[in-house]
């Protein structure tokens, strides 16, 4: 239920964003309805791909770990979400090489950071400022 994006740019509260709106609009050559809906794309996508971790984890899948990590990683980069970016390598580089004993941990750290990325663009889609969106 996303509303018409705010293409004005960078909401009031930026600053505490997951999101870095400057690299995200650079990566778009400054196209701001194209960053909005790329941002669309991912929030629609990355409950799919979060599930695909969480099976790929659960079953110590190091293979699948890694593909789906380094996925949403590259995903959350094109947004400058260092948070979650750092956190899906973290997954990528444990797969990797070989060690899952701490997987589920880094999961949840991942899990969470893409959802605070996800209730920013749902805030930003919605024209509701970040602050606000966190006491729904």
Not at 3 to 32: H, M, Y
Not at 54 to 65: F, G, M, P, T
Not at 125 to 132: A, F, I, L
Request: net charge negative; hydrophobic share 40%.
């Amino acid at each position: 239920a996303y509303g018409k994006p705010n293409t004005k740019g960078p909401p009031k509260t930026a600053r505490t964003s997951p999101i870095n709106w400057s690299r995200g609009l650079a990566a778009v050559e400054g196209d701001s309805a194209l960053f909005h809906e790329l941002l669309k794309l991912f929030a629609q996508e990355a409950p799919a791909a979060l599930d695909r971790l969480r099976a790929a984890v659960e079953l110590k899948d190091a293979a699948a770990i890694e593909l789906t990590a380094h996925t949403l990683k590259g995903s959350v980069s094109n947004f400058g979400a260092d948070d979650a970016a750092g956190a899906a390598l973290k997954l990528e580089t444990m797969a990797r090489q070989g060690e899952l004993g701490n997987t589920e941990e880094a999961f949840r750290g991942l899990e969470q950071k893409i959802q605070r990325l996800m209730a920013a663009i749902e805030s930003l889609e919605s024209g509701v400022p970040d602050e606000c969106a966190d006491r729904r």
